[in-house]
């Protein structure tokens, strides 16, 4: 298993690389997650991973894909299959070795290494040499995972062998995040009164997560419902212009930034929530969505995330909203709706239920499994 990004770090993929590592070794597949060196790689992040990690290190002068396959150049001999995380720079490592080695290669693609947005900046392919070594990957690999209709449409789009392509979903701990857990600790913890109303988003902190529209939002649901706490956890790049941004709008005393919250109290952080919202722009919804939707909390998402979301649980999704994230008058509206009808909440449990039969890392290692059998 290797990636360009891992715990301490914590965000969708890293989470999704040491879950998905522990479900493949339940299973009885042994397994190596090679990972870069940080100064705070003891720092414990409550998420625990029960496989050996390799950590190679890296540095500015030289390209993190040579690193990568160095390192793997001591173990992939004895090793089935090589499972790449982005299309670089691990998939170029993984393509590497394929070829040195001959083993097969599968790539998940998690968004950026795929998806280009020009008018926010982001995407790896905005650099066209990087654009020429992801079309390469994409040509060379043995096969690609895409956890949504969207990035496999995208990867085809770009010229990979849609015979390649491979839509297998992200998974949830629905053991931790499931409608059973009590969020009263941590609103004593944060300080929220009882009678307070929570939204909750969980992102790192980039444009492309649309936290500006979402702050604009703030002030027209407080008009309505004045005791109402706003959380933002995550960290990134953009954290302090939206700290900025809610201290110039007077905001601070109904916003709460959590920073990067420990996975263990993850659970409980949703569980205090009463609504939460994903404003990021993109075309598909990660693994924070999945744990609130598992955690049976009413979600507000981009209305280009329907069709991701019904491809992965089908069928009735009123406790979901789906709105312009770009427009804060609808986020607000949208919002407004979930703290005002309780029954939202009910209803949610339905859909939780439905995260739990489909959706569990169990299910997504045994379709992963399957995948590293079929391979030349």
Known sequence: MLTSTFLPMIGGAEIAVAELSNALHRLGAEVTIIAPEYQESNVNTGLAFNVP??????????????????????????????????LYPSGLAGVIIKYLLHRP???????????????????????????????????????????????AEEAMKAGADPSKVHILPNGVDTSKFNPSISGEAMRRELGIDREEH?????????????YTYLVHAIPLILKEYPKTKFIFCGKGPDEQNTINMVRTLGLSKN?????SVNQNKMPMLYATSDVFIDPSLGEWAGIAVLEALSSAKPVVLARTKKDYLLDLVGGEMSSVIFVNP?????????????????????????????????????AVADRTLTLYKSLP
């Open 198 to 210: 929570v939204v909750l988003t969980v992102a790192n902190f980039r444009t492309v997560k649309g």
């Open 326 to 362: 770009q427009n804060p008058t609808q986020l607000a509206e949208a919002i407004i709706n979930c703290l005002e009808d309780p029954s939202l909440t009910r209803i949610a449990r339905v859909l939780s239920e439905k995260i739990v039969q489909n959706l569990s890392w169990k």
């Open 255 to 259: 916003v709460i930034f959590a920073g």
């Open 53 to 86: 990690v390799i950590r190679y290190r890296c540095t500015q002068m030289i390209p993190d894909f040579i690193p990568m396959t160095y390192a793997m150049m001591k173990i992939a001999r004895s090793a089935d299959a090589i499972h790449a995380h982005f």
């Open 105 to 151: 290669c599968v790539v998940t693609m998690h968004g950026m290494d795929i998806q280009v947005y020009k008018s926010l900046g982001y995407g790896l392919r905005l650099d066209w040499r990087l654009d020429l070594i992801v079309k390469f990957v994409l040509r060379k690999v043995n096969a690609l995972i895409a956890p949504s209709k969207f990035i």
